[in-house]
């Protein structure tokens, strides 16, 4: 089974094109460049793919891969 951060990557990778060696767990979107569409649209995959609400006005240029993860680890009901 996929981790949240894999998940989360596969996302990402899906909706932008940002390469293969900048995405890691402190990468922030702002790094990869990351629009504010792309982050619209990132929000609604989250919500989609992996059941958990994250509303884009949380998904600051300043988070990281890593710090999304968790939050969306955190965000998931216990199993």
Same mark, same amino acid.
């Given at each position: 089974?996929? #981790? @949240?951060? *894999?998940?989360?990557?596969? %996302?990402?990778?899906? $909706?932008?094109?940002?390469?293969? /060696?900048?995405?890691?767990?402190?990468?922030?979107?702002?790094?990869?460049?990351?629009?504010?569409? #792309? @982050?619209? *649209?990132?929000?609604?995959? %989250?919500?989609?793919? $992996?059941?958990?609400?994250?509303? /884009?006005?949380?998904?600051?240029?300043?988070?990281?891969?890593?710090?999304?993860?968790?939050?969306?680890?955190?965000?998931?009901?216990?199993?």
């Amino acid at each position: 089974m996929s #981790t @949240t951060y *894999e998940q989360l990557v596969d %996302i990402l990778t899906r $909706l932008h094109d940002a390469p293969a /060696d900048r995405i890691r767990p402190e990468a922030t979107l702002g790094e990869l460049d990351v629009d504010s569409l #792309t @982050t619209v *649209e990132i929000s609604i995959r %989250i919500e989609r793919d $992996l059941g958990v609400t994250v509303g /884009d006005d949380e998904l600051g240029p300043d988070l990281t891969l890593g710090d999304i993860a968790g939050l969306v680890q955190a965000r998931r009901p216990a199993a």
